[in-house]
């Protein structure tokens, strides 16, 4: 399994205005804003388990 994977200019820009969000709130809450790749790992923690395929063979993420 690769440890590197490269995002595409769209997939760097999501993750960057998700970060600021996420910052932003963390901040207001006295909390120390996470690092992109930080945000990476706890999303990756929390998708992994809930990808599932679908009928038609479309990789989906199952929200709980």
């Known amino acids: 399994m ?7 200019q769209g997939e760097q820009e999501a ?4 970060a600021i969000e ?3 709130e963390l ?3 006295g909390m120390q804003p996470l690092k992109d790749s930080e945000l990476v ?5 929390k ?3 809930s990808l ?3 009928a038609t063979g479309a990789v989906v993420l199952h929200a709980e």
């Not at 993750?15 to 998700?18: D, E, I």
């Not at 790992?41 to 923690?45: I, N, Y």
């Open 22 to 24: 996420i910052n932003k």
């Open 27 to 29: 901040v207001k809450r």
């Open 52 to 54: 599932e395929l679908s």
């Open 15 to 18: 993750l960057r205005k998700k």
């Open 2 to 8: 690769p440890t590197n994977i490269r995002l595409s």
């Open 41 to 45: 790992h706890a999303f990756l923690e």
């Open 47 to 49: 998708a992994i388990g």
